[in-house]
């Protein structure tokens, strides 16, 4: 029972953090669920749960959805997901690359505040840009469920409207995780205890997300960038430290 409590409790706070800044809800979850679970279950919950969470703020910014500039960097971030299923499966989890992952992290927030005040950048618009960056975080949101700060990073630098921002930031993660949720689906990784999990926690980040979205109405764009860069750093330095 207890166990159940504290599952709905970290699904619940998750999901409050992504409807209020457009992510977090991975980094915040897998830091904490693989004490009860698995790491592998706990990475398949939070891609499952991301889906319900990133469709329904989808769905409120659907008119800022912009589908021509989505294609390159989901055409890259599921060939990335395409690798993460082999390596999750195979491999498991590895401590170098969640050090090498932190790193990474801390890098994009520094980068992010070196740049201009808004954070708007056009050279962004490059193609190799959203090739990059869709691999990577395609691989690395497959593999730790943590990909989000790759493509915050992306579409923080990419628009300048905070509505544009998180309509394709969230249908994104729809089409991401969907695709890598439909691979270990065929391969037969769910059991009936993640359908339980599952639906304890589908009601969790309903009500989280609703109450996140409430906020993230009410904070400017430079808020919502402090917050985000925020949860980046400190899921950053806690790779570093505690891996």
Not at 9 to 22: D, E, K, M
Not at 123 to 149: D, T
């Amino acid at each position: 029972m207890w166990e159940l409590i504290f599952v709905f409790a970290i699904l619940f706070v998750g999901s409050l953090i992504q409807g209020a800044s457009g992510f977090g809800f991975g980094l915040f979850s897998m830091g904490l669920l693989p004490i009860l679970l698995t790491f592998k279950d706990s990475t398949l919950l939070v891609l499952a749960l991301t889906i319900l969470i990133s469709l329904h703020v989808a769905v409120k910014f659907r008119k800022s959805i912009r589908g021509k500039d989505l294609l390159l960097i989901l055409s890259f971030a599921l060939a990335g997901r395409v690798l993460s299923f082999f390596i999750l499966n195979f491999y498991g989890e590895t401590e170098i690359m969640r050090k090498l992952l932190g790193l990474v992290l801390i890098g994009m927030v520094i980068y992010l505040y070196m740049s201009e005040k808004n954070a708007y950048a056009p050279s962004f618009e490059k193609p190799v840009f959203p090739m990059l960056i869709g691999l990577i975080g395609g691989m690395i949101g497959g593999i730790f469920a943590v990909g989000g700060p790759f493509f915050v990073f992306y579409f923080l630098m990419r628009y300048k409207e905070k509505e544009s921002y998180n309509a394709n930031l969230q249908a994104s993660f729809v089409i991401m995780n969907s695709f890598t949720i439909l691979l270990h689906g065929i391969h037969g990784d769910f059991t009936d205890s993640f359908v339980l999990y599952c639906l304890l926690g589908a009601i969790a980040v309903l009500a989280g997300v609703r109450a996140g979205l409430k906020w993230f109405e009410r904070l400017p764009h430079t808020r919502i960038k402090n917050l985000a860069s925020f949860i980046v750093f400190a899921a950053g330095m806690n790779l570093l430290i505690f891996s």
